[in-house]
């Protein structure tokens, strides 16, 4: 599979997911540095769909692109929320499973990615692959995000790395 068509896979999930929720509010909050909590969803499902086509192992790549793009799914500006500000990376993942769930029917896999993404300052551990994966690529993404590194512009799935 090439980098075009697994970027064409995650457009018709983020398709699907604006048509049928909120998603689409994502692209009015700040996750990391200038990037939206939508871009950096995007970039967190293209790197973590790279490194399971990488790996070669039987994985379920929908479930793990949909968890990717639900992964920060709190629907808030965390930079401004009335919880102290750190206290935010360990409560999100609660949040965005519990917003994730009225807006969609989630597998087991992606409530797994949803609620285990901030494996370890959250002290539980995905339990699936795909949550595994996307832990490790949110991580990535976000260190590149936070610190504008440029030159990596090719691991982004739309550039804003």
């Known amino acids: 599979m090439n980098e075009n068509e697994i970027k064409k896979i995650i457009l018709e999930h983020c398709n699907k997911l604006m048509q049928n929720g909120r ?55 965390w930079h401004i929320h009335k919880s102290i500000p750190f206290t935010h990376g360990f409560t999100h993942p609660f949040t965005a499973l519990k917003n994730a769930k009225s807006d969609f029917a989630l597998t087991r896999t992606e409530e797994d990615i949803i609620k285990h ?24 993404c976000a260190v590149f995000e936070t610190f504008n590194f440029r030159f990596l512009r090719k691991y982004a799935f739309n550039c804003v790395v």
Do not use: R, W
């Open 117 to 140: 993404h901030m494996f370890p300052l959250v002290p539980f551990p995905p339990h699936t692959k795909e949550g595994f994966i996307v832990c490790l690529a949110d991580k990535i």
């Open 23 to 77: 998603f689409s509010l994502e692209k009015t909050f700040i996750q990391h540095g200038s990037n939206s909590v939508y871009d950096h969803s995007l970039n967190v499902a293209y790197l973590s769909s790279k490194i399971a086509l990488k790996i070669k192992s039987k994985i379920d790549l929908h479930k793990l692109i949909n968890g990717a793009l639900l992964h920060d799914y709190f629907l808030y500006d």
